[in-house]
């Protein structure tokens, strides 16, 4: 059964039988596999099969405030009864008024916009679209526009409501699978990225081994690092001399997919600015005076891996615009060559020095700072992760002993209170220098004691203080506590005593008039050890 053409309705002809609803015009529909292809291809065959100037379904969004069009930008607020789409959602009854009194009595401008082109003797029809659920959701609303004639033969036609409740059980079918599909989207994502997460996390635990520290600074400059190493960008490490900034780098080509390929740095302060280029670029066999053989240069050498220029700072203007085509455009050219070079290199660059007033002072070129800044990184002092400094001293305590092939040695509570008071603008490097000297001082069998640690003192001043000292104590005359106060002088002279005498401590008792045994006592007591 087809059918009759639209152009010559009749009142029998045009009423859609629930026979044709459920055969050719169901088949078409179920084939949708989408809400967003259903609603267009409903409206098409209703448009095309009944002969109408218009057939639109609008969608309810998620949130329920809003109706959606297909294809379309415009929406219309529900709770807006400036248009009839508002009346029909609230009522739950379908809705048919003339397009000539929707232009007069309803004042909303998308709607008014939709009508516009509408002839005037026109009928808008417009159903509500639930679904069959004993939740009964709204869907959305159909819009149907024809003459008067059509669109009342259309209201009460039983293949009608049976259009309606076809299209309405497959657009809640789909709208539950495709949600089904985006929660099951949305939990595979979150499964993603807790996997990405642990696993950014285990290498960030990994890089403890290499970037020692237990503060919230340590550990957010590691979770930086995997992520930069994740990466093909440059990456600029700026911090304060003694951070750690070569460390870091390693860590960034270790972690990358480069990991294979060579590690070249420089330094680009300790090269003087006329061996700077031949060094990163290389040069051609008699480039120059001396040139007596061609060289390859850092940049060739780091081809596949990555190259870490430090204190970046420091290079010359007329060596940034060179190192600046290298990273656009991949090309470089030797000193004195005839044909460029391609070089396929991640670049990581360093520097403690402050580029931005370097960029004002026109010392450093703005372009080339962008450009290696495409990840930048801020290393944490000293000063930031005080709590990092007792791991940290022990780390070089190890590491020297094994070096210095040492007995094994801690380091009393005495001392690493020194160590926490002290100021490093040096950093981390200054701290690894205070321990090796310590390390150094400290007799065999003993641990590092806090008269060990290198002081602030000339010689000369050491001298004059020890001789002070000799002389007799200045005491305070705010004195509160008097156990406390002969605790720190018998502390004080213990001291002088034992850096007179090199630490050893039978010369010190002996000169105090104690026995070894007392003195050991005492220097457990007064925390100048911890045997």
Same mark, same amino acid.
């Given at each position: ?196 997460? *642990? ?51 390693? *860590? ?5 997919? %480069? ?40 940049? %060739?050498?780091? $081809? ?109 509570? *005495? ?47 050491? *001298? ?16 509160? $506590? ?5 605790? $720190? ?27 070894? %045994? ?14």
């Amino acid at each position: 059964m087809m059918l009759p053409a639209a152009d010559t309705p009749s009142a029998e002809s045009t009423a859609l039988s629930a026979e044709l609803a459920a055969m050719p015009l169901a088949l078409t529909l179920v084939e949708s596999r989408s809400t967003s292809e259903l609603r267009p291809r409903a409206a098409q065959l209703l448009q095309r099969h009944l002969g109408l100037a218009l057939a639109e379904c609008l969608y309810i969004e998620g949130s329920g405030r809003w109706l959606g069009r297909d294809g379309d930008d415009g929406q219309f607020d529900c709770s807006d009864f400036n248009h009839p789409y508002a009346h029909v959602i609230r009522s739950g009854k379908a809705l048919t008024l003339s397009v000539a009194d929707a232009r007069t009595r309803l004042d909303h401008a998308t709607f008014q916009q939709q009508v516009a082109a509408m002839g005037a003797s026109l009928y808008l029809h417009i159903r509500p679209l639930r679904a069959a659920d004993a939740e009964r959701e709204w869907l959305g609303v159909m819009l149907l526009v024809s003459t008067q004639t059509r669109l009342s033969q259309l209201a009460d036609d039983p293949g009608m409501a049976a259009f309606d409740a076809l299209l309405c059980r497959l657009w809640a079918r789909l709208a539950r699978e495709q949600g089904e599909r985006q929660r099951s989207r949305v939990l595979q994502d979150s499964l993603a990225k807790l996997n990405d997460d *642990a696993r950014r996390q285990a290498l960030a635990d990994q890089l403890g081994d290499e970037l020692l520290g237990h503060s919230s600074a340590m550990q957010a400059l590691r979770r930086h690092v995997v992520r930069a190493a994740e990466t093909n960008l440059a990456v600029l490490l700026q911090g304060e001399t003694g951070t750690g900034k070569d460390r870091v780098a390693r *860590a960034i080509h270790q972690l990358s997919a %480069r990991s294979k390929g060579p590690f070249m740095a420089i330094n680009c302060a300790a090269i003087p600015e006329a061996l700077l280029e031949s060094e990163l670029f290389g040069h051609a066999k008699g480039a120059f005076s001396g040139a007596d053989q061609a060289r390859e240069g850092l940049i %060739r050498q780091a $081809d596949g891996g990555t190259l870490f220029l430090d204190e970046i700072g420091d290079m010359p203007l007329a060596l940034q615009a060179k190192l600046l085509r290298v990273l656009e455009s991949g090309r470089y050219r030797p000193l004195g060559a005839s044909e460029e070079r391609c070089a396929d290199l991640r670049l990581v660059a360093a520097t403690h020095q402050p580029l931005r007033e370097q960029i004002r002072d026109r010392q450093f070129r703005a372009d080339l700072y962008y450009r290696l800044g495409q990840f930048p990184l801020a290393l944490p002092p000293l000063s930031e992760r005080r709590d990092d400094i007792a791991m940290l001293a022990q780390s070089f305590i190890t590491d020297f002993c094994e070096r210095e092939a040492r007995d094994e040695m801690g380091i009393t509570p *005495a001392a690493l209170r020194l160590l926490y008071r002290r100021d490093y603008p040096g950093n981390v490097r200054e701290l690894k220098n205070v321990i090796d000297y310590a390390c150094a001082m400290t007799p065999q069998g003993a641990d590092i004691d806090a008269y060990l640690l290198p002081g602030e003192q000339t010689p000369n001043e050491q *001298a004059s203080s020890v001789s002070a000292e000799d002389a007799g104590f200045a005491l305070p005359d705010d004195i509160d $506590d008097l156990r406390q106060a002969l605790r $720190d002088v018998e502390s004080a002279i213990i001291r002088q005593r034992l850096r007179r005498f090199g630490g050893n401590r039978a010369q010190v008792a002996e000169s105090l008039g104690l026995p070894k %045994r007392t003195l050991a006592h005492k220097c457990q007591l007064l925390e100048l050890d911890t045997k």
